[in-house]
């Protein structure tokens, strides 16, 4: 079996730190999408796989940090100085475009759950 969802979530306090992971699509851009309980999806964080520029969520800036390791054929989402309003379902996605817009990724996997107590 091919793993391709993302893994990493879990509980964590307000101020800590979680490393979601999940294997590199090979589409252009990949990166992360999440869902807070009653809310729509929102676009998190990119990554142009072919050369590593990045594009983050203004809400994020600053705490969030996607990276991939082309070795490992793994994109890295590394989510410090955590804040309840984080807590959300976190799922891998993928686009071919350079984009902000959450609906113009797709998600394939059942996404991992992070948590964010104050």
């Known amino acids: 079996q091919v793993q391709l969802e993302e893994s990493g979530g879990g509980l964590v306090q307000a101020g800590g730190s979680l490393r979601l992971s999940c294997a590199a699509s090979?589409?252009?851009?990949q990166g992360w999408v999440r869902q807070a309980r009653g809310k729509e999806h929102e676009f998190v964080a990119t990554?142009?796989?072919?050369?590593?520029?990045?594009r983050y969520a203004d809400s994020v800036k600053g705490r969030f940090t996607i990276s991939r390791d082309s070795a490992k054929n793994t994109v890295y989402l590394q989510m410090s100085s955590l804040k309840p309003d984080d807590t959300a379902v976190y799922f891998c996605?993928?686009?071919?475009?350079?984009?902000?817009?959450?609906?113009?990724?797709?998600?394939w996997g059942q996404g991992t759950q992070v948590t964010v107590s104050s």
């Open positions: 996605a993928s686009s071919a475009y350079d984009s902000v817009n959450p609906y113009q990724y797709y998600t």
């Open positions: 990554i142009r796989l072919n050369g590593g520029t990045t």
């Open positions: 090979g589409r252009t851009f």
